[in-house]
């Protein structure tokens, strides 16, 4: 039987720490403090397996967070000589060895973790090491499209980030100035798929609907400053980053844009409203 996932299960039988399900022909206790009100011989109950701190499997009505061969962001909950134990919806936490971790842990750090059977013990465990596990076939992915991100690698200048907890991909941080953590679950797009399905990853909109976006910060911005703001072809790069968070090659196409829209007028000043 494999643990770690959900079960459609009939209750065989009452007893007084609860009831026994009869599971892929397996007998497995559902305690009953886990059970619904009304639960009855015959009943059918969906359930996560999993095994007690005895090893034995038993049942709960209780969500985990995650299930088997799948990844998510976990919280630290405590910490002994031999490894980490992570909140993941569960009364019994889910164990994660010292040998599975890529670094110190403290207690309230949050991971990037992937949940496997451990084949000596048969445990559910969680390793810090996902990247043997990551999905490298990216032709579901496409250019432009929104994704959901987990950050799991932090560097000078880029970060990499599981992809919809399937894929992974790398955003270059070195024009940004905000910092990234591991844990940090973050919306973004898929910038390019290289033709060794390399991705690289944006946090802002790409192809026509982040021109769109990006044009309503520039009007945005000169709306709240009463219709002039002093940038234009003469300011720093550094400059326009701070303030609109834009390339300076970005946010002159998008001032260009405006312009011949008749929407804004440019001058050796900066730019305005028309």
């Known amino acids: 039987m494999k643990i770690g996932i959900h079960y459609n299960g009939v209750v065989e039988s009452e007893m007084p720490q609860g009831f026994y399900l009869d599971i892929e022909q397996e007998r497995i206790l559902l305690p009953g403090n886990k059970a619904p009100e009304n639960l009855s011989v015959g009943d059918t109950i969906r359930v996560f397996v999993y095994t007690d701190s005895e090893d034995r499997l038993i049942a709960t009505t209780q969500e985990p967070k995650v299930t088997v061969d799948h990844f998510a962001v976990l919280e630290v909950k405590d910490i002994n000589p031999v490894g980490a134990f992570l909140d993941w919806g569960l009364d019994k936490d889910l164990f994660l060895p010292y040998k599975q971790q ?46 959901d991100l987990a950050v799991y690698e932090v560097a000078e200048d880029y970060m990499d980030c599981l992809i919809n907890n399937r894929y992974t991909g790398r955003h270059y941080t070195q024009y940004n100035n905000k910092r990234y953590y591991i844990g940090d679950k973050l919306t973004g797009y898929i910038q390019n798929i290289r033709e060794d399905e390399k991705v690289s990853l944006s946090l802002k909109p790409v192809g026509y609907r982040a021109a769109m976006e990006e044009s309503d910060i520039i009007l945005d911005s000169l709306q709240e400053a009463n219709g002039f703001l002093p940038y234009g072809d003469f300011s720093s790069p550094e400059e326009i980053q701070e303030k609109f968070d834009l390339s300076k090659k970005t946010f002159k196409k998008m001032i260009g844009g405006l312009f011949k829209k008749g929407l804004i007028k440019i001058s050796d000043d900066g730019i305005s409203l028309k």
Do not use: H, N, Y
């Open 102 to 147: 890529l670094g110190e842990l403290e207690v309230g750090d949050r991971c990037v973790v992937f949940v496997l059977e451990d084949a000596k013990s048969g445990r559910l465990v969680a390793t810090e090491k996902i990247k043997s596990f990551i999905d490298q076939d990216t032709r579901a992915l496409a250019v432009g499209e929104m994704v």
